[in-house]
């Protein structure tokens, strides 16, 4: 399975703003120029997380994006459904329902071994990402590398978009 760059860009995007000083919107401009991303398409995915309730969106002159919730209240998987959607990664045709000895009155999601074994796959891969938060990765990115959130509010006070 592949995720677009969206929600790399989302990710890092939310732990940014967990940084932001309290009470500052940092613009769509910002956010891009902060690692020279496309601004229109970033906004986009900006926009999608406000949707999704994870960041909110003020416009004006002092507007911009902030955390809807506290990183803790934000799962890795709440930033991807946003983004990529919540539609499974594997969609079962029931293609044994065509093969020999294949029945149109079976269910054969329930029945076979790969729609079985890639639906294991996936409730894995989305428990992991729902049992990890937006502050289980801010507090490894804080003991890892301290200057961090300091070094992201000097950056959104002094890149231009």
């Known amino acids: 399975m592949r995720m677009n760059e969206g929600v790399e860009w989302a990710l890092h995007s939310c732990l940014n703003l967990s940084w932001a000083t309290p009470g500052e919107a940092v613009t769509a401009g910002k956010l891009a120029a902060f690692y020279d991303l496309p601004a229109a398409y970033l906004n986009k995915q900006l926009q999608a997380l406000a949707r999704a309730g994870i960041l909110t969106s003020t416009s004006g002159p002092r507007g911009g994006f902030r955390l809807a919730r506290s990183p803790e209240e934000i799962t890795l998987l709440d930033v991807v459904t946003a ?48 049992g990890r938060t937006l502050a289980d990765l801010k507090a490894t990115v804080e003991r890892r590398f301290p200057h961090v959130p300091e070094t992201t509010r000097n950056g959104f006070a002094n890149v231009r978009p």
């Open 83 to 130: 983004i990529e959607g919540p539609e499974d990664a594997f969609k079962c045709e029931q293609i044994l329902a065509q093969g020999p000895g294949g029945r149109p009155d079976v269910d054969y999601r329930a029945h076979c071994v790969i729609s079985q074994s890639m639906r294991s796959a996936e409730l894995a891969w989305r428990r992991e990402l729902a």
